[in-house]
Nanobody, 121 residues
Framework: QVQLVESGGGLVQTGGSLRLSCAASGHTDMLLAMGWFRRTPGKEREFVAGINWRGDRTDYVDSVKDRFTISRANARNTVNLQMNNLKPEDTAVYYC??????????????WGQGTQVTVAS
C-alpha cells in the first residue's frame, strides 16, 4: 500500500504561482507513475498532469499546458507540480495519485487527501 501526502496549496492572486508537492511512503516500489487530479465542487475529479517513473514522459490536460509543469524528485517517491499564471478556474482541491503504469494513471490506484488551491480574481 502507498500513502500520499500533499503540501503547498494556498491562496494566490490571478497570475500568481504555487508549487504543490507530494511525498509517497509505504510500498514505493509500486510508484511507476504519479500525477495530479483536481476537483471543483459540483464537478467530477479531473486529471491534471502525470509523469512516468523515469520522468521522461508527461501528460497534461489541455487547460494547463504551458502553465503547469510536473516533475519528480531524484528519490522518485516525490512529485511536484509547478503552477504558473494561475487563473480563477484553477481553484480546486488538488489530489496526488499514483498508478502502476503511466497508461493507467487516469484510473489511479491510490489518492492523497488533497490540498486546497484558491485563485482570487
Amino acid at each position: 500500500q502507498v500513502q500520499l501526502v500533499e503540501s503547498g496549496g494556498g491562496l494566490v492572486q490571478t497570475g500568481g504561482s504555487l508549487r504543490l508537492s507530494c511525498a509517497a511512503s509505504g510500498h514505493t516500489d509500486m510508484l511507476l507513475a504519479m500525477g495530479w487530479f483536481r476537483r471543483t465542487p459540483g464537478k467530477e475529479r479531473e486529471f491534471v498532469a502525470g509523469i512516468n517513473w523515469r520522468g521522461d514522459r508527461t501528460d497534461y490536460v489541455d487547460s494547463v499546458k504551458d502553465r503547469f509543469t510536473i516533475s519528480r524528485a531524484n528519490a522518485r517517491n516525490t512529485v511536484n507540480l509547478q503552477m504558473n499564471n494561475l487563473k480563477p478556474e484553477d481553484t480546486a482541491v488538488y489530489y496526488c495519485v499514483h498508478a502502476n503504469s503511466f497508461s493507467k494513471l487516469k484510473a489511479p490506484t491510490s489518492w492523497g487527501q488533497g490540498t486546497q488551491v484558491t485563485v482570487a480574481s
